[in-house]
């Protein structure tokens, strides 16, 4: 391969391109980004940027002398992809082909109808945590936290760490589509004894104000006065830009088991779908740690088709964490659709414990809070498929 290039400045693009010098691609290199920075963290945008405690250039990443002579094209979206000539469109209607593509343009959060409106934001890109920044920082401000998955547990922590008054509204338990109806649940009592007022079974059904939002109106009918709303309601992957391109979209690129999208095409990332074969899911993960090993796996898969060593399936034990009111909550492995939770060490009012989650008479994941020697672990013991049986004796 003679030029490669990489659409997506993100995390995982960064790393498929520092992966790609160090295998030894000496070629052409051109990075993708839609937006004016060069890479930078995302899990400080709903902590430490969010709060004020960091300067925005604080997120930057490291970037690798290998990258001197790679161009960068920030600011500047690609807006389609032929695969089959491995063309891509961009900027004012310029197109170019390459011998390889790396896909890693992330994914975008949800919105919901009526909150383009001063004071309700997202956190995902640097400039929506600047804007919320900015807006937490009023006086007296009180938040409604819309959803109660990670980012929007994040963001709730931060808004206390303020001293601001907050509301979390979610239709379940906190993250109980991933962690469980019983883990969300301690989840949530977690959040009230530091003060959110958390209500579940309800959902955000219409947000009001005059020049920017004054309050939130709820499925109950009640209605929570609101100076600033924070959506965590999920993401979708931005795939709009490969409609026509040729590849299979259903919710993300699918790929094989080695992340080939098509001959010459990867994807890592959150846009990525792939068959990990350790858990027989077809999942997309999005998670830091899975963007820098994917994109890591993806660049060596990419060389392959030029000559260079197949590195055969991608089947991580995917690894997960989350800060929040000064304690590390992680997550190690695939807890979907499992049989049974069980908290092995510790106790949820103990704000610290180990929980191990069943599928079949295997332990498939395993989550803690404030223990993370303990949890380490069952993170090496799930790199052997552990039985459900030598996973409690290990307790």
Same mark, same amino acid.
């Given at each position: ?10 995390? !995982? ?89 790396? *896909? ?18 997202? +956190? ?5 945590? *600047? ?11 009180? +938040? ?51 003060? +959110? ?32 709303? *924070? ?17 299979? *979209?259903? %919710? ?15 994807? !890592? ?40 060593? %197949? ?20 997550? +190690? ?63």
């Amino acid at each position: 391969m003679k030029s490669i290039a990489i659409v997506g400045a993100s995390l !995982a693009g960064l790393n498929a391109a520092e992966t790609l010098r160090r295998e030894g691609f000496a070629g052409r290199l051109v990075i993708f980004g839609d937006e004016p920075y060069f890479p930078y963290d995302r899990p400080p945008l709903s902590k430490e940027i969010a709060r004020g405690d960091w300067p925005p250039e604080k997120t930057a990443l490291p970037i690798d002398a290998l990258l001197d002579d790679a161009e960068w094209k920030l600011g500047c979206a690609v807006t389609g992809l032929d695969a089959a000539s491995r063309t891509l469109t961009y900027g004012e209607g310029q197109s170019e082909s390459f011998d390889g593509i790396v *896909i890693a343009t992330g994914a975008s959060p949800r919105r919901l109808p009526g909150t383009d409106i001063k004071g309700v934001h997202v +956190v995902r890109t640097l400039d929506d945590a *600047i804007a919320l920044r900015d807006d937490l920082a009023r006086p007296g401000c009180r +938040v409604v936290v819309v959803g109660a998955g990670f980012v929007g547990q994040e963001a709730a922590a931060s808004a206390r760490k303020l001293e601001l008054s907050v509301t979390m509204i979610e239709a379940v338990a906190p993250a109980a589509h991933v962690l469980g109806a019983e883990i969300g649940v301690i989840i949530g009592d977690m959040h009230r004894r530091h003060g +959110v007022d958390v209500r579940l079974g309800v959902a955000a059904a219409a947000f009001e104000g005059v020049e920017r939002l004054e309050h939130v109106h709820l499925s109950d009918g009640s209605v929570v006065a609101a100076d600033v709303a *924070i959506l965590g309601i999920g993401v979708t992957p931005n795939t709009g830009w490969l409609e026509g391109s040729g590849l299979t *979209i259903d %919710n993300g690129v699918v790929c094989d088991e080695t992340c080939l999208a098509a001959p010459g095409i990867v994807a !890592a990332g959150d846009i990525a779908r792939w068959p990990n074969r350790r858990y027989g899911e077809l999942r997309r993960v999005e998670h830091w740690d899975n963007a820098v090993r994917q994109a890591e796996h993806a660049a060596k898969r990419l060389l392959a088709d030029g000559g260079g060593l %197949n590195p055969g399936p991608y089947m991580p034990v995917p690894w997960f964490w989350s800060d929040q009111y000064g304690l590390k909550m992680q997550l +190690v492995g695939s807890p979907v659709a499992h049989d049974e939770v069980r908290i092995v060490f510790g106790s949820g009012e103990e704000e610290r414990f180990v929980a191990l989650y069943r599928r079949g008479d295997r332990l498939v994941a395993a989550l803690g809070l404030a223990a993370t020697g303990k949890l380490l672990k069952f993170r090496r013991m799930l790199e052997n498929d552990p039985s459900w049986e030598e996973a409690l004796a290990a307790v």
